[in-house]
């Protein structure tokens, strides 16, 4: 699942919101929610989902040891929060803030 909330300049999302689940866990469904609140919140964020089932080698090379878990990226991809279960819409807003303050500094 992939789920653009709005084009940042130059088409590319400015916060990434990854989530790493699992098909039968109520959690995960939890989690779901809370990404697409805060990405509806956040200009440029997209919501990523991997299958943690589909993708076995993905969770392990990312170092994903429960489901949910939560990464949230800023436009070049580096990670500013992980959070194993379901984070609250306050954390993640948190961290797609530093995402968007960086993308905001000159030279970055």
């Known amino acids: 699942m992939e789920h ?7 088409g590319s999302p400015t916060v990434r919101l990854e989530l790493f689940s699992t098909s039968f866990c109520g959690a995960c469904r939890q989690t779901r ?5 805060a990405a509806g919140l956040v200009p440029g964020a997209v919501v990523t989902e991997h299958d943690l089932a589909l ?4 969770g392990e090379r990312m170092g994903i040891v429960q489901s949910p878990t939560t990464i949230v990226r800023d436009a070049s991809g580096r990670e500013l929060l992980r959070a194993a279960g379901v984070p609250s ?8 803030e530093q995402a968007l303050s960086g993308a905001r500094r000159p030279g970055s």
């Open 33 to 37: 929610a809370v990404l697409e609140r």
């Open 4 to 10: 653009e909330t709005d084009d940042a300049p130059g």
């Open 55 to 58: 993708e076995p080698e993905l």
């Open 89 to 96: 819409v306050p954390q993640v807003l948190v961290a797609a």
